[in-house]
């Protein structure tokens, strides 16, 4: 079969022939059809995720964890945990049985690689514990997972929605997504502090953070007050690093601002994961919740891995 092949950590994986898998006891093979590639699967490949070192110990290997496919009986599946060293961005790879779920009917494999960032938008209510009519702040609403989590937050009835970035034509694509407010995080940091100040309205409630980094320790900078006043609470949950993998936080700012810090994971069940998913895709169905994507084929994996132009487009492998 043909196949992405990573040969060294922090390589680029090539489009070369790789043995077929062969079905073990209680596994199966699956044809696969679509494929996204996240920055998650970067950076497993370039050995700096904290999950790397289970993937890359042994190679070569095919990256990618997760993936939507075929079963031998023609059903559409989403796949995850592929036997090592398969991957999801092959023609075939294989999996537990128990690695695999139904597709919801109809729904298109490429969406459905999509849609699953949007589960990182619910998790305001799930991790959050959003209600309607509060304020979410969502830093890096530029990203693939940023301009859905805008959309889900006005789809559960946020009051206003404010969105980070650093690009002014994208920041532009994410008003016109639904957000109230846009805030540059390229300001120099006494301006962006400002900023974040003016866009709050009456406070974040729910704060959804893709950046970490540098803008977050502005935001928390700005939600600490100068005064003895009590501040609002802010719920902030952590869902990626793209600006910073730490944060310098002083003891003051925790203790006085208000700030909650959980991870996006927190409060979900398999049970309510099925649910919020179930409930992405009706949006998505409706047309209520929208996203970009740019396919491409396996054969063109290592001029698409490298791409830096993607603008919150999500690359999806199709084959
Ligand atoms: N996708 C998921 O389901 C999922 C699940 C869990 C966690 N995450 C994590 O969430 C994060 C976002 O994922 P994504 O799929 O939305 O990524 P993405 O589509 O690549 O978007 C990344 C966003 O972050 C911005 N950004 C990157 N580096 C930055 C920096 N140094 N300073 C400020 N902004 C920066 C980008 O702006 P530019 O366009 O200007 O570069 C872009 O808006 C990643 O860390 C990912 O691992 C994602």
Aim: aromatic share 6%; with cysteine.
């Amino acid at each position: 079969m043909k196949a992405a092949v990573l040969h060294e950590v922090g390589g680029v994986p090539r489009y070369e022939d790789f043995p077929d898998p062969v079905a073990g006891e209680g596994e199966v093979v699956i044809d696969v059809r679509a494929v996204a590639v996240e920055n998650v699967d970067k950076a497993i490949a370039a050995g700096t995720h904290y999950a790397s070192s289970r993937y890359v110990e042994k190679l070569p290997v095919i990256p990618v964890f997760d993936g939507i496919g075929a079963l031998p009986d023609g059903t559409l599946v989403g796949f995850g945990g592929p036997r090592l060293p398969y991957g999801a961005l092959a023609e075939k790879t294989v999996v537990s049985r128990e690695a695999t779920v139904p597709m919801a009917e109809g729904l298109d494999p490429v969406a459905a690689t999509v849609l699953s960032s949007a589960m990182t938008g619910m998790s305001i209510r799930s991790a959050g514990g959003f209600v309607p009519g509060e304020t979410v702040l969502v830093q890096g609403g530029t990203g693939v997972a940023g301009r859905l989590a805008v959309q889900v937050a006005k789809l559960l009835g946020a009051g206003r929605v404010v969105a980070t970035g650093r690009n002014a034509a994208q920041l532009e694509e994410v008003l016109a997504l639904g957000a109230d407010a846009v805030i540059d995080t390229s300001l120099p940091d006494d301006e962006l502090a400002k900023a974040y100040a003016a866009a709050c309205g009456d406070g974040y409630d729910v704060v959804l953070d893709y950046l970490w980094g540098r803008p977050t320790e502005i935001l928390l900078r700005a939600l600490t007050p100068d005064s003895f006043a009590l501040a609002k609470p802010t719920r902030l949950i952590q869902v990626g690093e793209l600006a910073g993998s730490t944060i310098a936080l002083s003891g003051e700012a925790l203790r006085t601002s208000g700030v909650e810090i959980c991870g996006a994971a927190k409060g979900f069940t398999a049970e309510s994961m099925g649910e919020a998913f179930a409930q992405i895709v009706e949006w998505s169905r409706s047309g209520s919740l929208t996203f970009s994507v740019e396919r491409v084929p396996l054969s063109d994996i290592e001029a698409a891995w490298q791409r830096t132009d993607l603008g919150g487009r999500r690359l999806v492998v199709v084959l």
